[in-house]
């Protein structure tokens, strides 16, 4: 199994970016997906997910009304547009696959993508 992220960089406050996350390996429309981000000298931690189907999505409150995290089956992709980007969204974005009807951990991770936004 792999996830290939991509589409991290540098930008300036209020600009946005659009995360891909690309799966190979499985079942695609069978894995609920999820992304995930990790700030220097930070835990790791939850910024939205989306149901297998993509039927139902969740959000870190402070990303609620900036991110989209969407899906496109036929593509085994996973996206996250990001809007009015602000320093604080700064850090290592992951994305992640967990098994449909499993509440339990993630299963499988992609090697991260670079977020960077200057104040």
């Known amino acids: 199994v792999q996830l290939q992220a991509s589409g991290g960089g540098l930008v300036q406050a209020g600009g946005s970016l659009r995360l891909s996350c690309a799966a190979s390996?499985?079942?695609?429309?069978?894995?609920?997906m999820g992304w995930f981000r990790q700030a220097p000298g930070k835990e790791r931690e939850f910024v939205a997910t989306?149901?297998?189907?993509?039927?139902?999505?969740t959000y870190k409150d402070s990303v609620k009304g900036r991110f989209t995290i969407s899906r496109d089956n036929a593509k085994n992709t996973v996206y996250l547009q990001m809007n009015s980007l602000k320093p604080e969204d700064t850090a290592v974005y992951y994305c992640?696959?967990?098994?449909?009807?499993?509440?339990?951990?993630?299963?499988?991770w992609g090697q991260g993508t670079q977020v960077t936004v200057s104040s």
């Open positions: 390996g499985l079942t695609f429309s069978r894995y609920n």
């Open positions: 992640a696959a967990r098994i449909r009807y499993d509440n339990g951990e993630y299963k499988y």
């Open positions: 989306i149901t297998w189907s993509g039927s139902a999505t």
